[in-house]
């Protein structure tokens, strides 16, 4: 439910978006929905038609749960059904037709967020990290100011226009996540947050298919910063490849984070892994115990950090802010058991895949190691050869099995098998499926206790479904 008090009226929807007003001018929205399931007393609805379903089916279940109104497209207003919603509206009710609902939402949230002027906007933007970033400097700019941030990845031309309505005067910081599937979308996005300040984490393979190169998604991502008027200031990781790219005709100031950048802030700075319980930190006199796992979440915890300075926090503050920090779903996860389970399957692309890989390389483990690997999906005509490059990272890894599932997967297993025949030593043993059931079978009939689990890959592949099946094999135990 996206939903913040008093926000606008209907006679301002419809002058935001030049949309035709029905009903009742004066009604007062306190929340945007697209889902009339979320919907409740003084939300508007917008009727958006999707892939799947389309809003216009559900307006009567939006109204029942207390609507204030709906967004309806002029194709639909003139059909049968959009005269009887006309000839049925209540006295305190109204519809707003429109060409188009998806850009009728963006207008007003908009035009919305030209009348919020208190907080400072930031964006989180970049291929790989968005979300774990935004969440962690969130966390660590609350230790002193109000904040209100993205719930989830609600980061889309859909998800971010819903956002902003959370936004309100009473915030200090707004810190939002814009992420990109098409061209021309952060265009979208960045006019209608218009940030203040923007966060880069990095410019990698995710999306590929649709943008066929990085150096057109390193252009996408800088348009995020295409408002800025000379007072705005854009964050990129001091070894970002594109940093200079990203900062090349910025109206604005451009600062790098890192660790080369906390310790010229606060002196040296030691990073000392601590295996799946995340990192020790010392820095400014302060030890911080960094749940997080990996490198990657390290270096968003940089990120964080110098956030954290630039807005003028002490390094205990950071520390709490860094301290409280959670895993989210599906990312880098750390579910323990009979059976130690990295649950990292919310996304990947080559990028984040490898460097999975890495991690659990490199963990020492007294049990045997095991690795689901997934399809890495969107990545075009780039998807035989990165997943090649899976299969040959697979061909080196330590662990004792790896089971790739899916068929893009097959080019992966290929080559790891193809490395198998010809090298010498110890090297896993590999497995592909696209079946689902065999691929349960497989995966939990080798497993033992003591043993670890790696699930990584794209958000379609689903490899969450296997948690269920280990806890059942390993009754008693929290997997």
């Known amino acids: 439910m996206v939903k913040a008090g008093y926000l606008f009226t209907?006679?301002?929807?419809?002058?935001?978006?030049?949309?035709?007003?029905?009903?009742?001018?004066?009604?007062?929205?306190?929340?945007?929905?697209?889902d009339s399931r979320r919907c409740d007393k003084g939300v508007l609805f917008f009727a958006l038609d999707g892939e799947r379903v389309n809003g216009h089916d559900y307006i009567g279940k939006a109204f029942e749960n207390g609507a204030c109104g709906t967004v309806i497209a002029e194709s639909w207003a003139v059909t049968e059904a959009g005269s009887e919603l006309a000839a049925s509206l209540s006295e305190e009710g109204f519809i707003l037709v429109v060409a188009d609902p998806l850009q009728a939402l963006q207008q007003i949230a908009a035009e919305y967020m030209k009348k919020i002027t208190r907080p400072v906007r930031i964006a989180v933007t970049g291929s790989n990290g968005k979300t774990t970033t935004k969440e962690l400097i969130a966390s660590v700019l609350s230790e002193k100011f109000s904040v209100v941030k993205t719930a989830g990845n609600y980061n889309s031309e859909i998800g971010l226009p819903l956002t902003v309505f959370n936004i309100n005067n009473e915030h200090d910081y707004a810190v939002i996540e814009m992420g990109i599937n098409r061209l021309g979308e952060m265009d979208v996005l960045t006019e209608i947050l218009r940030p203040d300040l923007v966060v880069i984490t990095n410019i990698g393979t995710a999306h590929i298919g649709i943008f066929k190169s990085i150096e057109t998604i390193a252009f996408e991502k800088r348009r995020s910063l295409s408002l800025f008027d000379g007072k705005g200031t854009l964050f990129v990781s001091e070894d970002e490849p594109y940093a200079d790219f990203l900062a090349d005709g910025l109206k604005g100031e451009c600062r790098s984070y890192g660790k080369k950048s906390i310790e010229a802030d606060y002196g040296d700075l030691s990073c000392v892994g601590n295996g799946l319980k995340g990192w020790n930190i010392s820095v400014g006199g302060a030890n911080i115990s960094f749940p997080l796992i990996g490198e990657h979440n390290l270096k968003n915890a940089f990120c964080a950090f110098s956030l954290g300075?630039?807005?003028?926090?002490?390094?205990?503050?950071?520390?709490?802010?860094?301290?409280?920090?959670?895993?989210?779903?599906?990312?880098?996860?750390?579910?323990?058991?009979?059976?130690?389970?990295?649950?990292?399957?919310?996304?990947?692309?080559?990028?984040?895949?490898?460097?999975?890989?890495?991690?659990?390389?490199?963990?020492?483990?007294?049990?045997?190691?095991?690795?689901?690997?997934?399809?890495?999906?969107?990545?075009?005509?780039?998807?035989?050869?990165?997943?090649?490059?899976?299969?040959?990272?697979?061909?080196?890894?330590?662990?004792?099995?790896?089971?790739?599932?899916?068929?893009?997967?097959?080019?992966?297993?290929?080559?790891?098998?193809?490395?198998?025949?010809?090298?010498?030593?110890?090297?896993?043993?590999?497995?592909?499926?696209?079946?689902?059931?065999?691929?349960?079978?497989?995966?939990?009939?080798?497993?033992?206790?003591?043993?670890?689990?790696?699930?990584?890959?794209?958000?379609?592949?689903?490899?969450?479904?296997?948690?269920?099946?280990?806890?059942?094999?390993?009754?008693?135990?929290?997997?």
């Open 309 to 479: 300075f630039f807005a003028g926090l002490t390094v205990n503050e950071i520390k709490t802010g860094l301290e409280k920090a959670e895993p989210l779903f599906g990312r880098s996860e750390i579910i323990s058991g009979q059976v130690t389970i990295i649950q990292d399957s919310y996304n990947a692309n080559a990028d984040s895949l490898l460097k999975s890989i890495k991690f659990a390389d490199e963990l020492e483990w007294k049990g045997g190691k095991h690795y689901v690997l997934g399809d890495m999906k969107e990545l075009g005509e780039n998807s035989l050869e990165m997943h090649q490059q899976v299969g040959s990272a697979a061909s080196e890894s330590s662990a004792d099995r790896i089971v790739f599932f899916g068929s893009d997967s097959f080019a992966a297993y290929e080559r790891a098998k193809k490395t198998e025949m010809t090298e010498t030593g110890s090297l896993p043993v590999f497995f592909h499926t696209e079946d689902y059931e065999i691929l349960e079978k497989e995966v939990v009939s080798g497993l033992n206790n003591g043993d670890l689990l790696l699930l990584k890959g794209s958000r379609s592949m689903n490899l969450e479904r296997l948690l269920e099946p280990v806890k059942n094999k390993f009754r008693g135990a929290e997997c």
């Open 10 to 34: 209907a006679e301002d929807a419809a002058a935001w978006s030049g949309g035709e007003l029905r009903g009742n001018a004066a009604a007062a929205v306190s929340g945007a929905e697209v």
